[in-house]
């Protein structure tokens, strides 16, 4: 559906994504989930799928996504079925299509994905309390991150114009992620591939939401890149 009525079958839910104007002028059609709506196509789902093998600009803002900081915050979600990786500056796929990204030994940030379940990120949200968390404190990340996915083979000699690290696969490896400057904006970069298509997550700042949006436009010129719907990254056979 249209922006318009994207806005309306949401039941006048006031979120809107980061990136709403933007994907309305682009003729974004939406799927209206709980938090808001997200842009599942632009018309062409069949022609977007192929340009996200080679290089295609997804917005993931309006999916589940929370933190959790703390000495105590492995612990309490190791409780709560959540493994974190060992080690800092990774990722793992964990329940439900969730991804679980340790960014320092005592913080940690989930993700859910289109094609998955949110369910888990509503259950630690409900349970969370100071007396059994102790010290780990959730730290949302809703309001504070936009939410963007860049995919397909072109991504790494496209992040080279504007961050410092090379992420090209055999350099910097699925379930790796850094935290870093992304054309001089703080962000939090994530690989997480679907299937055998590459997938760099990026979360910012949501105050630099148009800014980034249109550092990324500029970038991907140069590759033949342009924005895709959240379809274009489904593994075959899963819902939307």
Same mark, same amino acid.
């Given at each position: 559906?249209?922006?318009?009525?994207?806005?309306?079958?949401?039941?006048?839910?006031?979120?809107?994504?980061?990136?709403?104007?933007?994907?309305?002028? *682009?003729?974004?059609?939406?799927?209206?989930?709980?938090?808001?709506?997200?842009?599942?196509?632009?018309?062409?789902?069949?022609?977007?799928?192929?340009?996200?093998?080679?290089? %295609?600009?997804?917005?993931?803002?309006?999916?589940?996504?929370?933190?959790?900081? %703390?000495?105590?915050?492995?612990?309490?979600?190791?409780?709560?079925?959540?493994?974190?990786?060992?080690?800092?500056?990774?990722?793992?796929?964990?329940?439900? %299509?969730?991804?679980?990204?340790?960014?320092?030994?005592?913080?940690?940030? *989930?993700?859910?994905?289109?094609?998955?379940?949110?369910?888990?990120?509503?259950?630690?949200?409900?349970?969370?309390?100071?007396?059994?968390?102790?010290?780990?404190?959730?730290?949302?990340?809703?309001?504070?991150? #936009?939410?963007?996915?860049?995919?397909?083979?072109?991504?790494?000699?496209?992040?080279?114009?504007? !961050?410092?690290?090379?992420?090209?696969?055999?350099?910097?490896?699925?379930?790796?992620?850094?935290?870093?400057?992304?054309?001089?904006?703080?962000?939090?970069?994530?690989?997480?591939?679907?299937?055998?298509?590459? !997938?760099?997550?990026?979360?910012?700042?949501?105050?630099? #939401?148009?800014?980034?949006?249109?550092?990324?436009?500029?970038?991907?010129?140069?590759?033949?890149?342009? &924005?895709? %719907?959240?379809?274009?990254?489904? &593994?075959?056979?899963?819902?939307?």
């Amino acid at each position: 559906m249209s922006g318009a009525e994207g806005a309306q079958a949401a039941g006048g839910n006031p979120r809107r994504s980061f990136f709403q104007r933007q994907l309305e002028e *682009l003729g974004a059609r939406f799927s209206i989930l709980e938090d808001g709506p997200l842009a599942t196509d632009f018309g062409a789902a069949a022609a977007e799928r192929e340009q996200a093998r080679q290089l %295609g600009l997804c917005d993931l803002s309006s999916l589940p996504r929370i933190g959790f900081k %703390g000495a105590n915050t492995a612990a309490w979600l190791a409780g709560r079925g959540v493994a974190l990786p060992a080690e800092p500056h990774r990722l793992a796929r964990i329940e439900d %299509g969730l991804l679980a990204c340790r960014l320092s030994p005592g913080e940690a940030l *989930l993700l859910s994905q289109p094609w998955g379940s949110s369910r888990l990120i509503k259950d630690l949200e409900r349970s969370w309390n100071i007396e059994s968390a102790g010290l780990c404190f959730p730290v949302p990340r809703r309001d504070s991150h #936009a939410w963007l996915a860049l995919v397909g083979a072109r991504v790494p000699a496209m992040l080279t114009k504007i !961050c410092g690290i090379d992420f090209r696969p055999h350099k910097f490896a699925d379930l790796t992620l850094a935290q870093t400057q992304v054309a001089r904006t703080s962000a939090i970069v994530a690989r997480a591939d679907v299937e055998d298509t590459g !997938c760099w997550h990026l979360l910012f700042d949501s105050a630099s #939401a148009a800014y980034m949006w249109q550092v990324l436009i500029d970038a991907m010129s140069e590759f033949d890149g342009r &924005p895709v %719907g959240c379809a274009a990254l489904a &593994p075959p056979g899963t819902a939307q």
